[in-house]
Nanobody, 130 residues
Framework: QVQLVESGGGLVQAGGSLRLSCAAS????????MAWFRQAPGKEREFVST????????NYADSVKGRFTISRDNAKNTVYLQMNSLKPEDTAVYFC???????????????????????WGQGTQVTVSS
């Protein structure tokens, strides 16, 4: 079991910045990658970014490339999402997720779909005003 707790959400004006944190506990030594997804009102949950904990390979949705940066602190079992140049369309609940799959010792694959993730946090609200 892995428990995930997100923090750092809030209300910000367009153009502003926020940093989300996701603290993991439990069976964290088996975690291959951690990701951020988001869900806006009336829309499906969508991929934002992911990072492979060993090696740091990262991937981003096109909509956030160049504005968001994912990072991890393995010693603290924490993943961060630095969000800059925020836009009203970034408004959503942001969820942290953990992937505990085995990719045969290869740490280059960056999972981007929901079913590849085994554990989820409760989410943190990000609201960007125009």
């Amino acid at each position: 079991q892995v428990q995930l707790v997100e923090s750092g959400g809030g209300l910000v004006q367009a153009g502003g910045s926020l940093r989300l944190s996701c603290a993991a506990s439990g069976r964290t030594f088996s975690t291959y990658a951690m990701a951020w997804f988001r869900q806006a009102p009336g829309k499906e949950r969508e991929f934002v970014s992911t990072i492979v904990l060993k090696g740091g390979m990262a991937n981003y949705a096109d909509s956030v490339k160049g504005r968001f940066t994912i990072s991890r602190d393995n010693a603290k079992n924490t993943v961060y999402l630095q969000m800059n140049s925020l836009k009203p369309e970034d408004t959503a609940v942001y969820f942290c997720a953990a992937n505990l799959r085995d990719y045969m010792g290869i740490y280059l694959y960056t999972p981007t779909v929901q079913w590849e993730y085994d554990y989820w946090g409760q989410g943190t609200q990000v609201t960007v005003s125009s």
